[in-house]
């Protein structure tokens, strides 16, 4: 949204802009969480019940909102300006600066960050899933390949995806698809995601960390071949950020190795390689999975991840590749905004 519009109306209306405000968020946020209680939606907005109960009324009677039993849910003609009120919403908050100043300070050509902390609400997951999913299906076109990893955000994004005309997608995992919960694995995010693109998918069903040898002897395998042929030829590339020392522990590494990783500073991971927060590696993966070093120069990285938690992780695999889009949240965006403006 224009910020020139933005600050015109601060000047013009400073008594309507507040309650402009305060409509435009709760139609947003009622729109995540549908059907939703007056009472649920004040507590996740820290708002009174009763400013929640008359605006609703309001957006009742201006044919936006619908009210039963369940609760509050809107109504087909909100369509028309929910995307507005969206960017209305995230102007207002300041996320939108925000995005702005991270592209500056970051080798990444666009941010887009969902109002909230995942840490505190879970259901800020899903919203960095819903404008992750949207941003990558106007991305994708008819014959490219899509590789993606696991992981909660990934099935967040998974879960979100819309596509009322099929794509001729390739979908395929971006690591082997053993050794996780079997929900967030990249196997079965890939065979989700291509299901909902109307696309295809190859599978890779095998441990994602194997020794040198046995790595070498599995990529004879024609169907191991396939996928990590269709992997260096991807188009885009979806993945997930973990936490250093949170991805150590999941993936059980030797207490030594552990150690060794924290004293070089290691902070977030990717891909099975574990990163500072300068972007040098300190340690790679001898993972069935994609190798960055052979990505065509045209495949577009796009990285979601979402938790104040996760700020130096997202610094970390940012400042080793140049992303296209990275989809975060606004406990993430603040904590990063800090650290790179203090460092």
């Known amino acids: 949204m224009d910020s020139g519009f933005i600050t015109l109306m601060r000047k013009l209306a400073p008594d309507l ?17 549908q059907p939703v209680g007056r009472r649920q939606l004040a507590a996740k907005l820290n708002l009174p019940e009763r400013e ?72 800020v997951l899903s ?70 693109l109307g696309g295809h998918y190859r599978l890779i069903h095998l441990p994602d960390t194997l020794d040198a040898a046995a790595l070498q002897e599995m990529l004879k395998l024609p169907e191991v071949s396939e996928a990590m042929e269709l992997l260096e030829r991807a188009d885009v590339i979806l993945h997930g950020i973990g936490t250093a020392s949170g991805m150590m522990k999941q993936r059980r590494l030797p207490h030594e190795v552990q150690s060794s990783l924290i004293h070089q500073g290691a902070k977030g991971e990717s ?19 994609v190798d960055l070093a052979k990505l065509k120069p045209t495949c577009r990285m796009i990285a979601a991840a ?18 296209y889009l990275l989809v975060t949240d606004q406990g993430a965006a603040e904590r990063m905004l800090s650290i790179l403006t203090n460092s």
């Not at 802009?17 to 969480?33: G, K, M, Q, V």
């Not at 574990?274 to 993972?287: A, I, Q, V």
Request: charged share 25%; glycine share 8%; proline share 3%.
């Open 17 to 33: 802009i507040d309650e402009i405000t305060r409509r435009a968020l709760i139609l947003e946020r009622i729109a995540a969480l």
């Open 306 to 323: 979402a938790g104040a938690s996760k700020a130096e992780a997202i610094i970390s695999i940012l400042r080793h590749t140049r992303h």
């Open 127 to 196: 919203d960095v899933g819903r404008i992750c999913a949207a941003r990558l299906r106007s991305i994708l076109v008819n014959g490219n390949t899509l590789a993606v990893t696991g992981g909660r955000t990934i099935a967040a994004v998974a879960r979100s995806i819309q596509s009322p005309t099929p794509l001729n997608v390739m979908v395929v995992p971006a690591r082997g698809g053993l050794g996780r919960t079997v929900e967030i694995q990249a196997n079965t995010l890939a065979e989700e995601i291509a299901g909902k």
């Open 52 to 123: 929640i109960r008359n605006t609703a009324a309001i957006l009742k009677d201006l044919g936006y909102v619908d009210l039963d039993a369940s609760g509050m849910s809107l109504s087909g003609k909100a369509e028309e300006v929910l995307e507005t009120s969206r960017a209305f919403s995230k102007a207002m908050s300041g996320l939108t600066e925000t995005e702005k100043k991270l592209c500056e300070l970051l080798p990444v050509d666009r941010v887009l960050i969902a109002p909230g902390n995942a840490d505190e609400d879970e259901q």
């Open 271 to 289: 891909f099975g390689a574990y990163y500072d927060l300068n972007g040098k590696c300190l340690m790679e993966s001898t993972n069935v999975g």
